[in-house]
């Protein structure tokens, strides 16, 4: 159906995950598909780039995930992860359309591998790329190219041009000139806006100079705040982001998934007065590593410090920076710039309440402490086989939860709760919808990828495909 006022159907800001999906879905259906993504060419694929792993719908053991994963045990465990922070009928959606993702992604150019070992314990729900995210890109972006999707890279969307809910055309820069790009229909996929440190120091203060962007500098929220500015409705805590323990010396910007640290459920966490402030073994750490960046952005100038022995050091994933290691509890704070006095104390008060079990990760385990506080739940073992090690951490910022509210067609919600005519939005612009709260590993992608579809199949057939 081409529109000669048009040169595209599609316009589709952000080059991520959820904006390909929707490329390469409007592009099958006939439509003329145009992305624009402000990175450079290698640095293209946004915080996408950096994932492993996708978790979906699966009926049964395959070659690469270890058993079934069905529809009621993801929704538990989204509400579990949420607290009930979710829109039933949109998670249910991503839900039952993940199911179709293995399928979708390989034939887009995706490879599978079996699970990488860790502490994640993910074999089971979660489907892992062959060379992660960047291989996933990559392949999107081979695919798209073959369809005919037409790509600029080092292309910033700036402003949108909305009229009464209707998209009419975007304000880009490109090699330093702005250009108007006209299309029939935009799927906003730009991130969120963690990268944004004013923006984030409107919440969280001065903290968040503190603060490591573990994915691009490039998400930076300005077609979020674009769409907001034109009346889209927000969805999402301001306040809220996926946030993880990440090695305080990585760098502010992209270090991605090596930079985390999951050393926290086999030792212990103190803060810069050193005094532990949460239980390190709560929960599985797929199920709590996501909360442990906003803990420690609480506490004072946002440091915290991982400690463990060489008994637990092989137990997680190595870390990219080498531990701080010394012979003593005393000789490692002192490493570590926090009072050494004020940590023996607290080792010790924590090995004497350490009562023993049947050490097992795989489980929650009985080995727990007792008049503790804050108590061990699981995992506890005395901290006293030298040498000690230690990590300092810092908040590392994921991603960030506020968005726009979107229905199950993708369409942006409007503030008058009626939706933008031909503006869809997927991945993290709209994840807000579906995660009010924590986070499920694996699940950004899925939201994205469906969304993605589905705003790009919705946006085509705006067009009249
Ligand atoms: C280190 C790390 C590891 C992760 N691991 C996983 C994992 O294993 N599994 C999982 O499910 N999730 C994981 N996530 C979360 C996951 O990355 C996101 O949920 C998902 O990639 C979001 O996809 P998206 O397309 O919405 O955003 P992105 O992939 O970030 O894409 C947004 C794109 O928009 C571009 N952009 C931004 N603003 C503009 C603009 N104004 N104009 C043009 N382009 C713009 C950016 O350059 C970027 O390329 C991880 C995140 C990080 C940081």
């Avoid at 010396?249 to 402030?277: H, M, W, Y």
Wanted: with cysteine; proline share 5%; hydrophobic share 40%.
């Amino acid at each position: 159906m081409a529109d000669s006022k048009h040169p595209f159907d599609v316009l589709v800001a952000g080059g991520g995950n959820a904006g390909l999906c929707a490329a390469i879905t409007a592009r099958r259906a006939g439509a003329r598909v145009l992305v624009l993504e402000s990175a450079i060419k290698d640095f293209r694929g946004g915080n996408s780039r950096h994932t492993r792993d996708i978790r979906y719908l699966h009926r049964g053991a395959t070659e690469y995930v270890t058993d079934a994963y069905e529809e009621e045990e993801f929704w538990q465990d989204l509400r579990g992860v949420t607290g009930g922070a979710t829109n039933e009928r949109l998670a249910r959606l991503v839900i039952r359309e993940s199911e179709t993702l293995g399928d979708w992604m390989a034939a887009n150019g995706v490879r599978w591998q079996k699970p990488l070992r860790g502490t994640l314990h993910l074999t089971r729900s979660n489907l892992f790329m062959l060379g992660g995210g960047k291989a996933m890109m990559n392949a999107y972006y081979d695919t798209a190219a073959k369809l005919g999707v037409e790509i600029h890279y080092e292309t910033e969307v700036q402003e949108l041009n909305v009229r009464d809910g209707e998209f009419v055309s975007a304000l880009a820069l490109r090699d330093g000139t702005a250009r108007t790009v006209e299309a029939r229909t935009i799927v906003v996929a730009a991130g969120g806006f963690e990268a944004n440190i004013s923006w984030l120091k409107e919440y969280w203060g001065e903290a968040a100079e503190n603060f490591i962007i573990r994915g691009t500098k490039n998400n930076q929220g300005v077609l979020l705040k674009e769409l907001l500015k034109h009346g889209a409705r927000p969805e999402g805590d301001p306040r809220g982001c996926h946030a993880v323990a990440l090695d305080a010396r990585a760098p502010k910007f992209d270090g991605g998934i090596v930079t985390r640290l999951d050393s926290v459920p086999f030792g212990i966490v103190v803060n810069k007065a050193v005094k532990r402030f949460y239980d390190e073994g709560e929960d599985f750490w797929p199920k709590r590593y996501a909360i442990w960046g906003k803990l420690i952005a609480e506490q004072p100038e946002q440091i915290a410090y991982s400690i463990v022995d060489a008994d637990a050091l092989p137990r997680f994933m190595p870390s990219v920076f080498p531990p701080v290691a010394a012979g003593s509890i005393a000789e490692l704070a002192t490493a570590m710039d926090i009072n050494p006095p004020a940590l023996v104390a607290v080792v010790d008060e924590f090995n004497h309440s350490v009562r023993a079990g049947k050490f097992d990760p795989g489980i929650l385990d009985d080995c727990h402490t007792e008049g503790l506080t804050p108590p061990k739940s699981h995992w506890a073992k005395s901290i006293d086989t030298p040498p000690y090690y230690g990590y300092p951490l810092r908040p590392g910022i994921t991603f960030t939860y506020l968005g726009v509210t979107v229905n199950e067609q993708a369409r942006v919600i409007m503030q008058d709760d009626k939706p933008a005519k031909n503006i869809f939005a997927a991945g993290e612009m709209m994840a807000g919808n579906i995660l009010g709260r924590g986070y499920l590993a694996g699940f950004g992608l899925t939201i994205g990828s469906v969304f993605g579809r589905i705003a790009g199949r919705e946006a085509a057939r705006h067009g009249g495909f």
